[in-house]
């Protein structure tokens, strides 16, 4: 089944990251970024159900954004303020009209990394 998902992984603390807002924007032929969907992270640090699948489902360039300064601050963690990574967002393109794309944060807050997963 064709779909997006993601997952967020906490490095700092060595665990799932619970209730991260996460934001998805699609590139419109006009060059603006329009909203898809917004979704929080789950205590596996997942989303409930997959930002993409069925008609929904298209190629195209996307944008995920990731609250990270709100997840640390709801934990407690000190950042500096401002955060040196409070909103994080991965711009990425779907090419396979009937892939699985799987697009995972690995965050602290000092660094992150991603990439395409399965």
């Known amino acids: 089944m064709a ?19 996460i934001e998805l924007h699609k590139l419109g032929a006009d060059g603006a970024w329009l909203p898809v ?3 929080e992270t789950s205590a596996d640090g ?4 997959p930002l993409l699948t069925g008609d929904a489902y298209k190629v195209g360039t996307y944008m995920l954004t990731f609250h990270a300064g709100d997840y640390f601050r709801a934990r ?5 303020e401002p955060a040196f990574l ?26 992150y990394s991603t ?3 399965s």
């Open 115 to 117: 990439y395409r997963g």
């Open 3 to 21: 779909r997006l998902s993601t997952h967020v992984l906490d490095t700092a603390h060595g665990c799932p990251a619970k209730g991260v807002r």
């Open 37 to 39: 969907k917004t979704a």
């Open 86 to 111: 409070d909103i994080v967002p991965l711009r990425f393109a779907i090419a396979e009209p009937g892939g699985h794309y799987h697009v995972p944060l690995l965050i602290s807050p000092w660094s």
């Open 46 to 49: 997942r989303t409930n159900e």
């Open 76 to 80: 407690g963690t000190r950042l500096a």
